[in-house]
């Protein structure tokens, strides 16, 4: 049964365990003819990304974990002129080290960069699902297995179908159909604080209200005069803010390409 990856990316906590641990495994060790030893420094066949979004104070950070897709569609296994790529029955797909000739088309091909180039062995190296462990024993490559928030899993496809549907894959125009689910990957966001600057007080429970081609979100701002809209489209957007006591204040295209931070808004008294 072919088997997937699934990362909840609310529950990753930035550890980089999973990295250090892919890193622990594979460099300096063999594991012919699963893959030779990954180098030290230049490659990550599991990596960690930091994701930095909007601008101080409205600043959140999400993580992201990346490896091999193991692809349904893979690139590599198309390009590959030496038949070097062998699908697993598990799905998993191995380069095989003693195939490979080093001409780097897997390289260009692989839409998710999860292919690497060792030019001291001149062959290709790439993530292998820890199936050298699998092979003998171990239930969970070592990426999941060091996790501790359970942001990562592994199982058979069958049995996380709960996870899977409604989940995202990355670049899903590629077509390559990568066997990595991922859920709760946040949105864009628009934010600010309100606030009187003739009182120098902040705003409490001033009216926001977001519109995007008719769909509407609302909130409130707290106690801190501060309002967040989270886990939005990319799209553009007008938003309304009004309290009892002040005039309206209106902004225009605001484009969510980037999260927003709008700062400090004051709303002038009536």
Not at 63 to 91: L, Q
Not at 125 to 144: F, I, M, S, W
Not at 199 to 222: M, P, S, Y
């Amino acid at each position: 049964m072919a088997k997937v990856f699934t990362v909840d990316v609310a529950r990753c906590s930035g550890c980089y365990n999973c990295q250090l641990a892919c890193k622990d495994e594979h460099v300096g060790n063999d594991w012919s003819p699963y893959a030779k030893p990954q180098p030290q420094i230049g490659q990550f066949w599991c990596r960690l990304e930091e994701h930095v979004q909007g601008t101080i104070p409205k600043v959140k950070i999400h993580y992201i974990t990346k490896m091999c897709a193991h692809c349904r569609n893979a690139a590599c296994m198309a390009v590959c002129p030496e038949d070097a790529f062998e699908r697993r029955e598990d799905g998993l797909i191995i380069l095989r080290p003693d195939k490979c000739s080093g001409c780097k088309k897997c390289v260009d091909a692989c839409p998710y960069g999860a292919i690497f180039f060792n030019p001291e062995l001149n062959i290709a190296q790439k993530c292998t699902g820890c199936a050298h462990l699998l092979d003998n024993g171990a239930k969970l490559p070592r990426c999941v297995e060091a996790c501790p928030t359970d942001a990562l899993s592994f199982g058979e496809e069958d049995e996380m179908q709960d996870f899977i549907e409604g989940a995202d894959i990355l670049k899903p125009e590629t077509g390559a159909s990568p066997r990595v689910y991922y859920r709760n990957i946040p949105g864009k966001f628009i934010a600010g604080t309100v606030y009187d600057p003739v009182e120098k007080e902040v705003v409490i429970g001033a009216k926001c209200r977001l519109n995007c081609g008719g769909k509407l979100w609302e909130a409130v701002t707290d106690n801190y005069g501060d309002f967040w809209f989270k886990d939005l489209p990319v799209g553009v957007f007008e938003l309304v803010i009004e309290m009892k006591g002040y005039k309206y204040k209106v902004f225009h295209e605001l484009r969510s390409k980037d999260c927003v931070n709008l700062g400090d808004i004051p709303l002038e008294k009536e």
